[in-house]
């Protein structure tokens, strides 16, 4: 079955480094692909998306993603980690045209 | 800019009874998904309308059922709650263009309990 793996249920980092978090998605078939953001009690978020043009994607806040057909990923990043950056982080993929398949979820922590 | 618009935003229940939950997508949008994200889970799809007809069926239980009006906005109806459909149910919008996936956009979802 199709499937959609985050490695990693929480991460941690201080303010200012780095941060990634990680994506892999099972198919042989590009899919669409999509990072969303949920704070506490709130919707969800669109970050950015994939849809099969270029394979460094920018989103909003300071965050992208770099697809990787060869390893079947899609990481997100972010160079330099803000205090508001602390909340959920879903990766979610659509292979027929609809429907989204989410990960289990990231909860991002980010302390001083 | 519009946003997707649910309601309620909170619904308490009793087991055995019913409840009601409205999504009003992004004015133009033609296409609306519903998801139940249970605590600590990842959303999980239940359904979804194209132009009023439904497109795409997930594991919604035969508890409930939902459509699109002609306004384009939808309506999940449950019956006979059970403690486990306590949820945060997510409502989102799209338009799909040529056939080909955009971007769903998420409503703030109706948060659901049951006593």
């Known amino acids: 079955a199709q499937s959609v793996t985050q490695l990693g249920s929480h991460v941690s980092v201080s303010e200012g480094a780095l941060v990634l978090l990680r994506c892999n998605y099972s198919?042989?078939?590009?899919?669409?692909l999509f990072w969303y953001v949920q704070y506490p009690n709130q919707g969800l978020q669109l970050l950015l998306k994939y849809t099969s043009a270029a394979t460094l994607v920018k989103g909003i806040n300071g965050f992208e993603a770099e697809f990787k057909k060869s390893e079947t990923s899609f990481h997100l990043t972010k160079p330099s980690a803000h205090m508001s950056d602390a909340a959920e982080y879903f990766c979610a993929v659509s292979w027929s045209g609809g429907k989204l398949t989410f990960g289990q979820g990231t909860i991002l922590t980010v302390h001083p | 800019a519009a946003g997707v618009i649910q309601s309620p935003r909170h619904l308490i229940k009793e087991k055995r009874e019913t409840a009601t939950l409205k999504c009003y997508p992004i004015p133009r949008h033609d296409t609306v998904y519903w998801y139940q994200q249970g605590p600590g889970q990842d959303p999980q799809f239940l359904i979804s309308f194209y132009e009023k007809m439904q497109s795409d069926k997930g594991s919604i239980p035969d508890r409930f059922s939902a459509q699109q009006f002609s306004d384009y906005h939808s309506e999940l109806n449950m019956s006979s709650l059970e403690l486990g459909d306590s949820a945060l149910y997510f409502c989102?919008?799209?338009?799909?263009?040529?056939?080909?996936?955009?971007?769903?956009?998420f409503g703030p979802g109706t948060r659901l309990t049951v006593l």
């Open positions: 989102a919008s799209s338009l799909l263009a040529g056939g080909q996936t955009d971007t769903q956009y």
């Open positions: 198919s042989s078939v590009p899919p669409y």
